[in-house]
């Protein structure tokens, strides 16, 4: 069973900074590429954040270039986002995404979200 569990959301002031991390079970980090979406009221699910299985590729949508940071800890079965410099426009429950990949077959797995807010 794969399970996908967000943590280290909350509320946090203009400029400041959050880690989010997703405990991973069911599915290995070095098969798997890995995502970080979020979703703000009335809005799409927005992609923020990959990483890929095999060279570590990291990818970021240009709303949080220079302030985001993807990383993984295999051993820990984990992947992280650190968030600097936060703004107003980053409140979003924020999602982690797996794809395995498995040859030609991919799979996603979803985790449950959890919240960030920027307020002052």
């Known amino acids: 069973q794969v399970q996908l569990v967000e943590s280290g959301g909350g509320l946090v002031q203009p400029g400041g900074s959050l880690r989010l991390s997703c405990a991973v079970s069911?599915?290995?980090?070095?098969?798997?590429?890995m995502r970080w979406y979020r979703q703000a009221p009335g809005k799409e699910r927005e992609l923020v954040a990959t990483i890929t299985n095999v060279y570590e590729a990291k990818t970021y949508a240009d709303s949080v270039k220079g302030r985001f940071t993807i990383s993984r800890d295999i051993a820990k079965a984990t992947v992280y986002l650190q968030m600097n410099s936060l703004k107003l426009e980053d409140t979003a429950v924020y999602f982690c995404n797996a794809v395995r990949v498995r040859g030609a077959v991919r799979d996603s797995y979803w985790g449950q979200g959890t919240q960030v807010t920027v307020s002052s």
């Open positions: 069911g599915v290995t980090l070095s098969t798997s590429v």
